[in-house]
């Protein structure tokens, strides 16, 4: 795999105050985790926080709009908001717009349910006696 590019850098380290963040890329672009979830996303250069119903509306009176991918479908809107522009050069502003992406991440991760294999149970067949 390769090296993070100077902007996944920057990213990882403009985050680094709220935890041990780790950038994987994925997709063409790169996601940021922390604790095993994903609470930012990164493509050609520019920050997606991960928004929910309760932190959305802070992002769209902020203006960003959210990351959106063309496929053979058409147009899919993800919920990942762009993070406000003048955060890239006020590490405070960022992290506290980062603690919001990150409890939105970890409100999704809790609203799904474990998946089988997860929750350490299995399928058991029992043939005709």
């Known amino acids: 795999m390769g090296s993070e590019s100077d902007f996944h850098t920057f990213a990882r380290e403009l985050f680094q105050p709220l935890g041990p963040v780790l950038v994987r ?8 985790f922390l604790d095993g979830v994903m609470f930012a996303l990164i493509a050609e250069d520019t920050l997606y926080m991960k928004v929910d119903a309760i932190n959305q509306g802070e992002f769209e009176a902020a203006g960003t709009e959210p990351f959106r991918s063309e496929t053979g479908r058409g147009v899919h809107e993800f919920s ?7 955060c890239l050069d006020d590490q405070d502003a960022a992290l506290a717009w980062g603690q919001s992406a990150l409890a939105a991440a970890r ?7 474990p998946s089988r294999r997860k929750a350490g149970t299995r399928t058991v067949r029992r043939g005709k006696t």
């Open 25 to 32: 890329r994925m997709f063409g672009g790169a996601g940021l």
């Open 80 to 86: 990942y908001y762009e993070l406000p522009a003048d």
């Open 107 to 113: 409100r999704a991760r809790q609203a799904k349910p």
